[in-house]
């Protein structure tokens, strides 16, 4: 006979928590990662980049404090995140938006592991609880796709860095947002 996830106390086994602050982690060094490169990108003067990824900082400190909501109402213990070793420095606006896709698609995966773990322990509450972040994570993974392909598209020759700057500031709009928005920030 399997435990009861659910008991008086809480609504979540600990394996859970263990997993859920684990996100918590990944989701406040994106905001990090993304405030840095936010940073980098404001000095090299790609300043609607610089916007986009200011914006898009401000997105993942919210999803981590959705989670921290989520894993104290339950009746867990949310852990704020050591956040040390980000980088400063990039070698190009293109390495910055390859970055970007290779962390989403990570992010993505450990989404997914979560969501299979609750399947597995029919956890239920918190399986539905993440499909606000596997949506979510589709929209990321499709955006950060866009801005890669724009090097590609346009190129980086002439005015191209120019011209590919201004079209990472069009690409917000292009996300679809069918997320609920809990926070009114994004
Ligand atoms: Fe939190 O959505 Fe990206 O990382």
């Given at each position: 006979m399997k435990k009861q996830i659910v008991t008086t106390s809480r609504s979540l086994t600990e394996e859970t928590e263990d997993k859920l602050n684990e996100q918590i982690d990944m989701e406040g060094k994106s905001s990090a990662y993304y405030l840095s490169m936010a940073s980098w990108c404001e000095t090299m003067g790609y300043s609607n980049a610089a916007q986009f990824l200011y914006r898009h900082a401000e997105e993942e400190r919210q999803h981590m404090l959705k989670i921290f909501g989520y894993v104290n109402d339950a009746g867990g213990h949310a852990l704020q995140p050591e956040i040390t070793?980000?980088?400063?420095?990039?070698?190009s606006l293109r390495e910055v938006f390859e970055l970007i896709l290779e962390h989403e698609v990570e992010v993505t995966k450990s989404i997914n592991t979560i969501v299979d773990h609750c399947f597995q322990i029919k956890d239920f509450t918190t399986f539905n609880f993440l499909q606000w972040f596997v949506t979510e994570q589709r929209e990321e993974e499709t955006l950060a796709r866009r801005a890669v392909e724009l090097f590609v598209i346009i190129g980086e020759e002439g005015v191209g860095l120019w011209t590919i700057d201004q079209e990472i500031g069009n690409l917000d709009s292009f996300a679809t947002g069918t997320g609920p928005n809990t926070t009114g920030a994004i």
């Open positions: 070793g980000i980088r400063h420095k990039f070698d």
